[in-house]
């Protein structure tokens, strides 16, 4: 069949090109391939996108979406370019949007216990500079090191640190957003009370891109807390057994910062990858375990907890460097675990009473389909990653690794949790909309899309289908 088309692709580029001076702008280069797939959940797209533009300014992003409306290109919006469900991978013939160069830190202002950000800084940074003030940013993702504040609003990342602070969007008060039509609003603003109107912050926090481009972040500070914080590691002779545990702790009143989960296999890849001996078998699970405030008497209860569990090589620390090799460990988990083939790594959450229930039901699965599955998760708050692992040399998972896949999100649907609990959905997932979901939200958020962006170019075919 005969195509016609009105334009062709150098028009396209040089319009794009006048619509952002302040952009660096890469088609068909190296730098355009690197960045079109992260290789965190795909290692290359289906054929090539038509340029990769990392804007400088407000203005550079509505030239992009200027574009983009006229010739009807997909955007996909990107910053430091972590995604694990590919949410921000190229898509052929699109625009990758990076705001990965507009990361000034503008503001940290004590007196508000609140900072102001340009999407590209990363979420270390954020927290170094506030620390360097006597305050900290608390959400606390894996990634910390790398992630971007931008990204994280984007996929509402959770964490280590979300069991006593929250997830991400706990710790947003406004937002700048430039919407598909051009217009940069203000949602939100610096007060820590905000009832007026809709609350439009909280719908873009999560929104994966979809319905607009964040290119300004304030966000929550808190005060350095007093006296020394305490780390620790203790071992169970399984993950359940961990899991039970880890309720008692919470409900304790002791507030942890932080309550990790690593299941033996996982220990173990980490004493292959850190040259550490922690391992014990390979069922004990171990906990890594943070307060962060309440002194002794919140260590006196903490260990009076794991005692009465039958917990095993407690140990605590208040130095700093110990608490930081620790740290370590659970920061190293996915390279660890990742060198011993290629993987999923899956992110289910559950109401905190059915996770010993989780926990025991992925290792039923990983026996019963025979899979390779290490298990870790933030105990605390109910959210379990799975990876599953199959040979180096297979490209491809192979069925049973999806079938494992899927009896775990219907597991964790059944338990009343969620298949997505802090990483996003991207495409990984957004077949899984209407069964997480039901029919009628699931058309409520095809609604909402619409509305912010009718002609569907932000970030299509990711967080709904």
Sequence with gaps: MA????????????????????????????????FSANGRAQDAIQGRILAYVAVGDVADIQGVLRVARQYHIPVIPQSADTSTVIGADGIDGSIILSTIRMN?????????????????????????A?????????????????????????????????VKYGVTKDSILGLKVVLADGREIKVGGRTLKQAFGYDLTQLFVGSEGTLGIVTEITVKLYPIPVGNAVTGV?????????????????LSGIYPVMLEALDGKTVQALDEYEGTHYAKSATASMLIFKLDAGGEASLAIAEQILKDHQAENVSVT??????????????????????????????????????????NYVQEVAQKLDVDVYTAGHAGDGNVHPSLLW?????????KIIEATRLMFHKALALGGTISGEHAVGMSKNQWTNVELGFDVDSIQHQIKNLFDPLGILNPKRKIN
């Design 318 to 359: 208040a130095d700093p460097t110990e608490a930081a090799q620790l740290m370590k460990l659970r920061q190293d988990m996915l390279p660890a675990v990742f060198a011993h083939g290629n993987h999923i790594m899956e992110d289910m959450a559950v109401p905190l009473s059915k996770l010993p229930e989780m926990m």
């Design 3 to 34: 195509v016609f088309p009105a334009f062709n692709r150098s028009d396209i580029l040089a319009d794009l090109k006048a619509a952002t001076p302040h952009a660096e702008v890469h088609i068909d280069d190296a730098v355009a391939l690197k």
């Design 234 to 250: 203790a071992f169970f002779p399984d993950m359940a057994a961990l899991a039970s545990t880890v309720q008692d702790l919470r």
């Design 391 to 399: 040979p180096k040399d297979q490209a491809e998972p192979p069925a």
């Design 130 to 162: 506030a620390r360097e003030q006597g305050m900290f940013y608390a959400p606390d993702p894996g990634s910390k090191p790398i992630s971007s504040i931008g990204g994280n609003v984007a996929t509402n990342a959770g964490g280590m640190s979300s």
């Design 104 to 128: 000034k830190i503008q503001e940290i202002s004590k007196g508000d216990f609140l900072a102001v950000v340009q999407p590209g800084v990363i979420n270390g940074d954020l927290d170094k």
